[in-house]
């Protein structure tokens, strides 16, 4: 495997301290989420062989191996920092992990059992190359876990940046929120891509959830909002400059739950698909 990634499209590449702040924080509080939906899916068996595509810092890779006797598995992920940490949770005779493109991975066509793309990042299109990518590795009648958060997940952030657009005439924010809310990321849409990229026999489970901050200042500092709810709101949002938008939610939050509890609602996901 080539350690050096080229081309890669619109996957995060996190430094040093961004992957080691993802791994301590963003996978306990966060992406453990991802996986709790997509373990309620999974096919278990013998000899499991796995492709995990956009591994971050490898979770839940750990979890795999101890729940699926004689499993293997390979790990992709854009982030050589990820990829560093993730090597050390694990053995690499059970799970070996590589920086590249998780799309174009290189790994052999049709030689893996399961495949799982936890929190994909990235438009519906950028997704499909990923789903497609999966399909070329597992062999006939294996088993893809997918799982994301649907659109209606956010919904406190939304608002305030619904808010920020109508105080302030933002026609291209005003523009993408009605393309969002008409182009919604659903359980049917998402079936849409799986379909569309081979994939047969689809299933689903849907967690509702909520993220808790003892006030607005506690989700202004979470590196999961950073990393991953933002980026995922402008993707939703098809990459509309949010900048002065995203200052007014922090001027808002900080003022409406300076001193209260704040829930922000998350719903997730899972697919399982066959081949």
Same mark, same amino acid.
């Given at each position: 495997?080539?350690?050096?990634?080229?081309?890669?499209?619109?996957?995060?590449?996190?430094?040093?301290?961004?992957?080691?702040?993802?791994?301590?924080?963003?996978?306990?509080?966060?992406?453990?989420?991802?996986?709790?939906?997509?373990?309620?899916?999974?096919?278990?068996?013998?000899?499991?062989?796995?492709?995990?595509?956009?591994?971050?810092?490898?979770y839940p890779g750990?979890?795999?191996?101890?729940?699926?006797?004689?499993?293997?598995?390979?790990?992709?992920?854009?982030?050589?920092?990820?990829?560093?940490?993730?090597?050390?949770?694990?053995?690499?005779?059970?799970?070996? %992990?590589?920086? @590249?493109?998780?799309?174009? *991975?290189?790994?052999?066509?049709? !030689? +893996?059992?399961?495949?799982?793309? $936890?929190?994909?990042?990235?438009?519906?299109?950028?997704?499909?190359?990923?789903?497609?990518?999966?399909?070329?590795?597992? %062999?006939?009648? @294996?088993?893809?876990?997918? *799982?994301?958060?649907?659109?209606? !997940? +956010?919904?406190?952030?939304?608002? $305030?940046?619904?808010?920020?657009?109508?105080k302030y005439d933002d026609a291209p924010i005003t523009l993408a929120l009605e393309k969002a809310a008409a182009e919604r990321v659903t359980v049917e849409s998402v079936s849409e891509e799986l379909e569309a990229a081979g994939f047969r026999d689809i299933d689903f489970e849907i967690i509702h959830d909520v993220m808790i901050y003892e006030n607005g200042r506690a989700l202004l500092e979470d590196p999961s909002v950073r990393y991953f709810v933002v980026p995922q709101i402008e993707t939703w949002l098809d990459q509309v400059d949010l900048g002065d938008a995203m200052e007014y939610v922090s001027r808002a939050v900080d003022k409406y739950w300076s001193e209260s509890q704040l829930e922000v609602a998350l719903t997730v996901v899972a697919f399982s698909a066959r081949l």
């Amino acid at each position: 495997m080539n350690d050096t990634p080229e081309n890669i499209d619109a996957a995060p590449v996190f430094d040093d301290n961004e992957a080691a702040v993802v791994d301590t924080f963003v996978v306990p509080s966060y992406l453990c989420h991802f996986w709790a939906a997509a373990e309620k899916l999974l096919l278990v068996g013998e000899g499991a062989r796995i492709a995990h595509l956009g591994s971050l810092t490898g979770y839940p890779g750990k979890l795999l191996v101890e729940r699926m006797p004689n499993t293997v598995g390979v790990g992709i992920d854009a982030s050589e920092s990820c990829v560093e940490l993730a090597r050390q949770k694990v053995s690499p005779d059970l799970f070996s %992990y590589y920086s @590249g493109d998780p799309a174009d *991975s290189g790994l052999q066509a049709e !030689s +893996f059992s399961h495949a799982l793309i $936890l929190h994909p990042q990235g438009s519906a299109q950028e997704r499909g190359k990923v789903l497609r990518e999966a399909a070329r590795l597992l %062999y006939p009648g @294996g088993q893809l876990l997918l *799982s994301l958060p649907l659109s209606r !997940s +956010f919904p406190e952030v939304v608002d $305030l940046i619904e808010e920020f657009a109508l105080k302030y005439d933002d026609a291209p924010i005003t523009l993408a929120l009605e393309k969002a809310a008409a182009e919604r990321v659903t359980v049917e849409s998402v079936s849409e891509e799986l379909e569309a990229a081979g994939f047969r026999d689809i299933d689903f489970e849907i967690i509702h959830d909520v993220m808790i901050y003892e006030n607005g200042r506690a989700l202004l500092e979470d590196p999961s909002v950073r990393y991953f709810v933002v980026p995922q709101i402008e993707t939703w949002l098809d990459q509309v400059d949010l900048g002065d938008a995203m200052e007014y939610v922090s001027r808002a939050v900080d003022k409406y739950w300076s001193e209260s509890q704040l829930e922000v609602a998350l719903t997730v996901v899972a697919f399982s698909a066959r081949l």
